[in-house]
Each structure stands twice: as structure tokens, then as C-alpha cells.
Nanobody, 127 residues
């Protein structure tokens, strides 16, 4: 099992940047693919990005491609989401999640592919 704690959220103006961190406790962090999701008020969870266990493969939602970068440091049990060129529509609670599946799934963008979730961190982008 792994516990996840997000940090780094806050208030930023449109066009600005933020870096979110997700610290994992427990063993064998590199056994988990990691994802970021977000939930805006009144909306469902939305997939943002995913990174493979060793960091060699990444996936992004079209809405963030070219602006957000997911990365991980397995030595520090941490996954990051660097967000540039932020827009008001990026305002949401951001969650990190861990997927313990060994095989890669074609439905990596679905919530039910992930086994463990953090509590979330609020990101607010003002116009």
C-alpha cells in the first residue's frame, strides 16, 4: 500500500506557472505508475497526465499537452506536475494517484485504473 500527499497548489495569475508535488510513503514506489487528475467545481474527475514506473513513458490530456510536464524522482518517492501557461480553466483540485498494475492499460486515463489516491491540492488561476 502507498499513501500519497500532494502539495504545491495555490493562486496564480493566468499565464503563470506552478509545480505540484506528490510524496509517496511506503515501499517500492517504482512499482507504481503515477497519474494526475483534476476536478473542477461541478465537474467530474478529469485525467491530466500519467507517467510509467521508471519514467520512460508519459501521457497527457489534450487540454494540457504542451503546457504541463509530469516527471518523477524514484529516489525521493515523488512525482511532479509542472504547469506552465496556466489558464483559468485549469482551476481545480489536483489529485495524484498510483496504479499498481504491472501491465500497461489502454484505459490509463480512467479513474478506476488507479488504486491509491491523495487528498488533493487546490489550484486557482485568476484571469
Amino acid at each position: 500500500q502507498v499513501q500519497l500527499v500532494e502539495s504545491g497548489g495555490g493562486l496564480v495569475q493566468a499565464g503563470g506557472s506552478l509545480r505540484l508535488s506528490c510524496a509517496a510513503s511506503g515501499r517500492a514506489f517504482n512499482n507504481y505508475a503515477m497519474g494526475w487528475f483534476r476536478q473542477a467545481p461541478g465537474k467530474e474527475h478529469e485525467f491530466v497526465a500519467r507517467i510509467s514506473r521508471l519514467g520512460g513513458t508519459t501521457y497527457y490530456a489534450d487540454s494540457v499537452k504542451g503546457r504541463f510536464t509530469i516527471s518523477r524522482d524514484n529516489a525521493k518517492n515523488t512525482v511532479f506536475l509542472h504547469m506552465d501557461s496556466l489558464k483559468p480553466e485549469d482551476t481545480a483540485v489536483y489529485y495524484c494517484a498510483a496504479d499498481r498494475s504491472i501491465a500497461h492499460s489502454a484505459t490509463y486515463y480512467k479513474e478506476n485504473e488507479y488504486d491509491f489516491w491523495g487528498q488533493g491540492t487546490q489550484v486557482t488561476v485568476s484571469s
